[in-house]
């Protein structure tokens, strides 16, 4: 896009629906939960409006607890505008700290200073963060509520006394989020981390910490030493499903082709470079434990050149490759492993969608559930259109990469895992 293209022509913003303080919804994972966000005194108090919005995007009601300290580096009013909620900055009557009236699921304090995670630890509750937290941490005890902290200070305050109250609140059940090391200190987590660790401690999902392999992405197959083939898709929807399952609590793990799209890092996730790899890590991987489900979205090369040649073919020569057909991964998965609960992918061109149905029914005979594709019903640069079949109902329709996660979550959860 050129400068001009880019250009402001002066025109105002389209009408929206939302209100000026509303947020646009990411996904429900914390619908109808409570989150209160602890604010201690440090600079990356400054980040926390925008962490409140990215919470309530995923459905969380925020209410802000502020310490004196935390004043200095954050206004009132942009926690009481982000959280679309009055900001709670000293105890009164009401109790605030206790929240006894309507209770908080998880209490998130995401720029923990020295100073306050050692008060938390000695159980000191000298103001309206630490007493908070001091209600906290008794809610944790009875499984009443979840506390989540994150340290973030410089370097040279890494000292043996905080590395004792940081075991000892972990050792009391204190989920420690691990900070973001950069230029010696130890930095606030990345908003999408927070948010992720906190539906993960949120979750009443049956999947909480059920084991279930997903594959996505290309596998490329090598020509020579640099060149390879490489299906186009690039593994959008793997990364997709992988974050629905583990905001729900679950422990899945990604075992993703070598493409453009990188998965975030706070996935499991393995990068397979090569097919041989690909197909490897997905049989050893399942021959390792316990797995709920297996969903294999990988666009797993075909063919492959009978031979890879050494170093680098020259180029500007006529090049002609025999290709050979590729084992099927997922036919060896299930040989190995005849109990467990699939769920592949079957993507189709220039065929009718009563022929497509007609071939995902065909592989239900092996499988539980298929999801199906084909080109033709998906427009260019729009939402991906696939249906969801499995051995007993309607095929169903979704649209979107984010639906088709939900969807398959949702399956697995009303399915397989236990109430």
């Known amino acids: ?76 009013d942009a926690l009481a505008w982000s959280t679309a909620r009055p900001v709670v900055k000293r105890l009164s009557a009401q109790a605030e700290h206790l929240s006894d009236a309507a209770p908080f699921d998880v209490y998130l304090l995401p720029q923990a200073t020295y100073n306050t995670i050692n008060k938390m630890a000695q159980g000191i509750a000298d103001g309206v963060l630490t007493s908070t937290l001091a209600s906290a941490l008794g809610r944790m005890e009875r499984g009443l509520s979840a506390v989540l902290v994150a340290a973030t200070m410089h370097g040279t305050m890494h000292n043996s006394i905080l590395t004792g109250s940081l075991q000892k609140l972990q050792k009391m059940g204190v989920r420690l989020v691990p900070p973001r090391p950069g230029y010696g200190k130890h930095n606030i987590p990345a908003d999408e981390v927070l948010v992720a660790e906190v539906c993960r401690a949120a979750s009443r999902s049956p999947l909480r910490g059920r084991r279930i392999l997903v594959t996505g992405g290309p596998t490329p197959v090598a020509i020579d030493n640099v060149r390879r083939i490489v299906p186009r898709f690039r593994g959008r929807l793997g990364i997709e499903i992988t974050r629905d399952l583990y905001l729900r609590g679950a422990e899945p793990l990604l075992i993703h082709g070598d493409g453009a799209r990188h998965p975030p890092s706070f996935l499991p996730f393995r990068v397979a470079r090569s097919f041989d790899d690909y197909r490897r890590w997905v049989l050893d991987t399942l021959a390792e434990g316990d797995w709920l489900a297996g969903i294999f979205s990988a666009a797993v090369a ?50 009718s969608h009563q022929q497509l149905m007609d071939i995902a029914r065909q592989r239900l005979r092996d499988y539980q559930a298929v999801v199906a594709n084909r080109g033709e019903e998906t427009a260019a640069g729009g939402p991906q259109v696939a249906w969801f079949l499995e051995r007993q109902g309607e095929p169903q329709r979704l649209e979107g990469k984010p639906e088709i996660a939900r969807h398959l979550a949702d399956y697995l959860e009303n399915c397989l895992a236990p109430p």
């Open 1 to 76: 896009m050129s400068v001009e293209d880019s250009a402001w022509d002066l025109s105002p913003p389209l009408p929206s629906e939302l209100g000026d303080r509303e947020v646009p919804q990411d996904g429900k994972h914390l619908e109808g939960r409570r989150v209160a966000l602890m604010i201690a005194g440090g600079i990356a108090a400054m980040k926390t409006p925008l962490l409140a919005r990215a919470l309530r995007r995923q459905g969380a009601e925020v209410t802000a607890f502020m310490s004196q300290e935390a004043s200095r580096y954050v206004a009132e």
């Open 302 to 351: 075909d063919y492959r050149p009978t031979a890879v040649a050494s170093g680098k073919i020259p180029s500007g020569e006529h090049l002609q490759l025999e290709l050979v057909p590729t084992p099927k991964v997922i036919a060896e998965v299930r040989q190995a492993h005849p109990d467990l609960h699939m769920i592949t992918f079957k993507y189709q061109e220039q065929v």
